[in-house]
Protein backbone atom coordinates (compact mmCIF):
# COMPACT_ATOMS: atom_id res chain seq x y z
CA UNK A 1 0.00 0.00 0.00
CA UNK A 2 1.35 3.13 -0.91
CA UNK A 3 1.78 6.14 1.29
CA UNK A 4 0.68 9.11 0.16
CA UNK A 5 2.49 12.33 0.65
CA UNK A 6 0.99 13.89 3.53
CA UNK A 7 0.88 10.51 5.78
CA UNK A 8 4.66 10.02 5.17
CA UNK A 9 5.89 13.28 6.66
CA UNK A 10 3.48 13.14 9.80
CA UNK A 11 4.98 9.51 10.13
CA UNK A 12 8.45 10.93 9.72
CA UNK A 13 7.46 13.51 11.97
CA UNK A 14 6.65 11.03 14.58
CA UNK A 15 9.32 9.07 14.17
CA UNK A 16 11.53 11.96 14.59
CA UNK A 17 9.90 13.34 17.65
CA UNK A 18 9.94 9.95 19.09
CA UNK A 19 13.44 9.43 18.58
CA UNK A 20 14.05 13.06 20.38
CA UNK A 21 12.16 11.93 23.61
CA UNK A 22 14.16 8.38 24.00
CA UNK A 23 17.32 10.05 23.39
CA UNK A 24 16.19 13.06 25.97
CA UNK A 25 15.28 10.36 28.43
CA UNK A 26 18.09 8.58 28.58
CA UNK A 27 20.57 11.79 28.84
CA UNK A 28 18.16 12.82 31.92
CA UNK A 29 18.63 9.36 33.09
CA UNK A 30 22.37 9.09 32.80
CA UNK A 31 23.17 13.21 33.35
CA UNK A 32 20.42 13.80 36.21
CA UNK A 33 18.79 10.62 38.09
CA UNK A 34 16.43 8.09 36.98
CA UNK A 35 13.94 9.21 39.75
CA UNK A 36 13.71 12.73 37.61
CA UNK A 37 13.48 10.94 34.09
CA UNK A 38 10.75 8.38 35.77
CA UNK A 39 8.82 11.39 36.29
CA UNK A 40 9.58 13.04 32.89
CA UNK A 41 8.37 9.48 31.35
CA UNK A 42 5.07 9.53 33.66
CA UNK A 43 4.60 13.15 32.24
CA UNK A 44 5.00 12.29 28.76
CA UNK A 45 3.27 9.06 28.57
CA UNK A 46 0.15 11.02 30.23
CA UNK A 47 0.42 13.47 26.98
CA UNK A 48 1.06 11.08 24.36
CA UNK A 49 -2.20 8.69 26.19
CA UNK A 50 -4.18 11.98 25.70
CA UNK A 51 -3.38 12.98 22.50
CA UNK A 52 -4.33 9.24 21.47
CA UNK A 53 -7.58 9.47 23.02
CA UNK A 54 -8.44 12.36 21.18
CA UNK A 55 -7.13 10.56 17.98
CA UNK A 56 -9.31 7.61 18.49
CA UNK A 57 -11.95 9.37 19.27
CA UNK A 58 -11.66 11.59 15.97
CA UNK A 59 -10.91 8.58 13.82
CA UNK A 60 -13.93 6.47 15.04
CA UNK A 61 -16.33 9.73 14.49
CA UNK A 62 -15.05 11.21 11.66
CA UNK A 63 -17.94 10.91 8.17
CA UNK A 64 -17.05 8.24 5.92
CA UNK A 65 -18.89 9.45 2.70
CA UNK A 66 -20.84 6.23 3.17
CA UNK A 67 -24.63 7.16 2.86
CA UNK A 68 -27.15 4.35 3.66
CA UNK A 69 -30.69 4.73 2.75
CA UNK A 70 -33.69 2.18 3.12
CA UNK A 71 -33.91 -0.15 6.08
CA UNK A 72 -31.54 -3.35 5.99
CA UNK A 73 -29.48 -2.06 3.55
CA UNK A 74 -25.65 -2.80 3.19
CA UNK A 75 -23.24 -0.40 1.44
CA UNK A 76 -19.43 -0.81 1.08
CA UNK A 77 -16.70 1.37 -1.00
CA UNK A 78 -14.83 -1.84 -1.37
CA UNK A 79 -15.67 -5.61 -1.56
CA UNK A 80 -18.33 -7.24 -0.17
CA UNK A 81 -17.69 -11.10 0.62
CA UNK A 82 -21.37 -12.14 1.66
CA UNK A 83 -24.23 -9.38 3.10
CA UNK A 84 -26.81 -11.10 4.48
CA UNK A 85 -30.25 -9.27 5.62
CA UNK A 86 -33.47 -10.16 6.89
CA UNK A 87 -34.80 -12.41 9.42
CA UNK A 88 -34.52 -15.99 10.17
CA UNK A 89 -31.65 -16.31 7.87
CA UNK A 90 -29.29 -20.01 8.73
CA UNK A 91 -25.64 -19.95 6.68
CA UNK A 92 -24.06 -22.84 7.09
CA UNK A 93 -20.83 -22.33 5.14
CA UNK A 94 -18.15 -20.15 4.71
CA UNK A 95 -18.73 -16.57 2.63
CA UNK A 96 -18.13 -16.48 -1.02
CA UNK A 97 -14.54 -14.10 -1.56
CA UNK A 98 -14.92 -11.04 -3.72
CA UNK A 99 -12.62 -11.38 -6.76
CA UNK A 100 -11.06 -7.57 -7.86
CA UNK A 101 -12.75 -5.80 -10.56
CA UNK A 102 -11.44 -7.33 -13.85
CA UNK A 103 -9.78 -4.34 -16.37
CA UNK A 104 -11.40 -4.26 -19.68
CA UNK A 105 -8.33 -3.26 -21.87
CA UNK A 106 -6.75 -0.02 -22.13
CA UNK A 107 -8.65 0.79 -18.86
CA UNK A 108 -6.94 0.12 -15.10
CA UNK A 109 -9.18 -1.79 -12.54
CA UNK A 110 -10.47 1.04 -10.11
CA UNK A 111 -13.52 1.52 -7.37
CA UNK A 112 -16.21 3.85 -8.00
CA UNK A 113 -18.14 4.96 -5.44
CA UNK A 114 -21.44 2.48 -4.94
CA UNK A 115 -24.98 4.54 -5.53
CA UNK A 116 -26.69 4.74 -2.56
CA UNK A 117 -29.24 1.12 -2.05
CA UNK A 118 -32.77 1.22 -0.91
CA UNK A 119 -34.74 -1.03 1.45
CA UNK A 120 -32.84 -4.30 1.76
CA UNK A 121 -30.40 -3.09 -1.43
CA UNK A 122 -26.65 -3.92 -1.70
CA UNK A 123 -24.07 -1.64 -3.17
CA UNK A 124 -20.28 -2.27 -3.15
CA UNK A 125 -17.62 -0.09 -5.01
CA UNK A 126 -16.27 -3.12 -5.68
CA UNK A 127 -17.28 -6.90 -6.14
CA UNK A 128 -20.16 -8.52 -4.36
CA UNK A 129 -19.26 -12.19 -3.61
CA UNK A 130 -23.11 -12.87 -2.07
CA UNK A 131 -26.06 -11.35 -1.34
CA UNK A 132 -29.04 -12.71 0.90
CA UNK A 133 -31.56 -10.19 1.19
CA UNK A 134 -35.44 -11.23 2.85
CA UNK A 135 -36.93 -13.10 5.44
CA UNK A 136 -36.63 -17.03 6.21
CA UNK A 137 -33.68 -18.02 3.86
CA UNK A 138 -32.04 -20.97 4.81
CA UNK A 139 -28.80 -22.19 3.32
CA UNK A 140 -27.10 -25.37 4.17
Do not use: F, K
Request: glycine letters at 14%.
Amino acid sequence: MAVSGVRRRVWTAVAAVSAVVVVGLIVTAVLVDLDTADRVASVIGAVVGAISLAVAVYALNRPTGVAVAGTRSVQASGSIGRAVTGDNNRQHGAPSQPQPPAASPGTSATTTAPGVPGERGVAAGGSIGEAITGDGNQQM
